[in-house]
């Protein structure tokens, strides 16, 4: 499965208004002008963020969206169902070797426990401590 910029920008737009929450609504300009990205394209993505009622907008002079739950109550894995469709990597095939068919389920269920186990507060509050495993390859 490859998430496309659909599911890379909504995490983005999401992330920022999580990182603001609670300072009143946020323009998709502003989140646009910040992280260089097309406001156009931001409001295509907002519609269905919107209607999975994960943000709410408020109109106005000084409107814009808000998060629609709590940042602990929303999963990266909301975030990218609603965007980019159900976490699979490959259609699974009933008639397919078990072998191959086991691994397309584990790698499946591995992505969607990241996904579903990461709240929107955690990448909205993530420090880089850069404590990161680094692996080194010799060839």
């Given at each position: 499965?490859?998430?496309?910029?659909?599911?890379?920008?909504?995490?983005?737009?999401?992330?920022?208004?999580?990182?603001?929450?609670?300072?009143?609504?946020?323009?998709?300009?502003?989140?646009?002008?910040?992280?260089?990205?097309?406001?156009?394209?931001?409001?295509?993505?907002?519609?269905?963020?919107?209607?999975?009622?994960?943000?709410?907008?408020?109109?106005?002079?000084?409107?814009?969206?808000?998060?629609?739950?709590?940042?602990?109550?929303?999963?990266?894995?909301?975030?990218?169902?609603?965007l980019e469709g159900?976490?699979?990597?490959?259609?699974?095939?009933?008639?397919?070797?078990?072998?191959?068919?086991?691994?397309?389920?584990?790698?499946?269920?591995?992505?969607?426990?990241?996904l579903d186990s990461?709240?929107?507060?955690?990448?909205?509050?993530?420090?880089?401590?850069?404590?990161?495993?680094?692996?080194?390859?010799?060839?």
């Amino acid at each position: 499965m490859k998430i496309s910029t659909k599911g890379r920008y909504g995490l983005t737009i999401m992330i920022a208004l999580a990182k603001k929450d609670g300072e009143g609504p946020i323009s998709l300009k502003s989140i646009a002008k910040e992280h260089n990205l097309s406001e156009h394209y931001l409001e295509q993505l907002i519609a269905p963020l919107r209607n999975a009622m994960l943000v709410k907008s408020v109109r106005g002079a000084y409107g814009g969206y808000m998060l629609g739950k709590l940042a602990e109550e929303i999963t990266a894995g909301d975030i990218i169902r609603v965007l980019e469709g159900p976490i699979t990597p490959v259609e699974i095939i009933d008639d397919e070797e078990p072998a191959k068919r086991d691994l397309w389920i584990k790698i499946r269920d591995a992505v969607k426990d990241v996904l579903d186990s990461t709240t929107l507060d955690d990448l909205a509050t993530y420090e880089d401590t850069g404590e990161q495993e680094n692996f080194m390859f010799y060839i």
